[in-house]
Nanobody
Framework: QVQLVESGGGLVQTGGSLRLSCAAS????????MGWFRQAPGKEREFVTG????????YYADSVKGRFTISRDNAKNTVYLQMNSLKPEDTAVYYC?????????????????WGQGTQVTVSS
């Protein structure tokens, strides 16, 4: 069992930056691939980025490539999402998720554990 707690969301102006954190409980964090998803009002939850167990491989949605960076610190049981050059269309609730899969899935159904989400609002 893994419990995930996101933090770092907030209100930021267009072009600004935020860093989200996701702290995981348990001693097996390093065995999970991790992902960040987001869900805007009236829209489906969408894949943002994922990272391998070691952190050596990362995957990004085209909409955030070059602006967002995912990383993880297995010693701290934490995964991060650095978001730069934010746009109003990035406004959403952001969720971190853990998966048993060897490669981070790009669909929500591929994840086994979810955090409660943190709101990110980008004002124009």
């Amino acid at each position: 069992q893994v419990q995930l707690v996101e933090s770092g969301g907030g209100l930021v102006q267009t072009g600004g930056s935020l860093r989200l954190s996701c702290a995981a409980s348990g001693r097996t964090f390093s065995s999970y691939t991790m992902g960040w998803f987001r869900q805007a009002p009236g829209k489906e939850r969408e894949f943002v980025t994922g990272i391998s167990t070691s952190g050596s491989r990362t995957y990004y949605a085209d909409s955030v490539k070059g602006r967002f960076t995912i990383s993880r610190d297995n010693a701290k049981n934490t995964v991060y999402l650095q978001m730069n050059s934010l746009k109003p269309e990035d406004t959403a609730v952001y969720y971190c998720a853990a998966s048993f899969s060897s490669r981070p899935p790009m669909t929500a159904s591929g994840y086994n554990y979810w955090g409660q989400g943190t709101q990110v609002t980008v004002s124009s």
